[in-house]
């Protein structure tokens, strides 16, 4: 079913259905005992809203329909971040993140970024696994960047360090590991 889905910036009346998708997606970790992080509200209509005027939001849609799924990235030290990927769980383990991120290196390639970076927690099947399918891997505390060390200050300030994260990075152009 994947292939029937468009992956393309949201139009501005989608910005409701798009918080759902997060609210939904975030009712997984609520099944592993992390209800912090299951309860946290989604992005605000202004934070999508800025997401959107600088080009850097993409959701994942049927023709017609409302999204499933959706990416945000902004450029952080000179390489795309993922700020969030968020699958709704009626359409996981379909390749809809898979396109997202690859549509988020596009735009890095585009820019000339030299990779993807991103946060997530490191025991979480569907986070820092995942994430190294698509080849990304987990970088040292000595390759953390200015930018990068504020986020994580950040998400240690909201709750989200009470489960071990990590930072992670795809160099644009990698080719992911056999499966």
């Known amino acids: 079913m994947t292939a ?6 949201p139009r501005p009346a989608e910005l ?6 997060e609210v939904a997606a975030g009712r997984l970790f609520a099944e592993v005992g992390m209800d912090l992080v299951a309860q946290h509200d989604p992005f605000s209509l ?3 809203q800025g997401f959107l005027d600088r080009g850097a939001f993409w959701v994942a ?7 499933v799924a959706y990416l945000l990235v902004e450029e952080v030290d000179g390489c795309a971040h993922v700020e969030q990927v968020s699958v709704h769980p009626d359409h996981g383990r379909r390749g809809v993140g ?8 596009g735009w890095a390639a585009a820019r000339g970024l030299p990779a993807l ?9 569907w986070n ?44 644009v152009g990698a080719t992911p590991p056999p499966a």
């Open 128 to 171: 820092r696994p995942y994430y190294e399918r698509l080849g990304f891997r987990v970088l040292a505390a000595d390759e953390l960047t200015p930018g990068l060390v504020a986020i994580r200050t950040y998400e240690d300030s909201i709750g989200l360090d009470a489960w071990p994260r990590v930072c992670m990075r795809r160099d």
């Open 46 to 48: 202004f934070e999508l």
């Open 98 to 105: 898979t396109r997202l991120i690859d549509t988020a290196e």
């Open 4 to 9: 029937q889905l468009m992956i393309r910036p």
């Open 61 to 67: 849609a049927p023709v017609g329909g409302d999204p």
């Open 16 to 21: 409701r259905a798009v918080q759902q998708v």
């Open 117 to 125: 970076t991103l946060t997530t927690f490191s025991e979480v099947a």
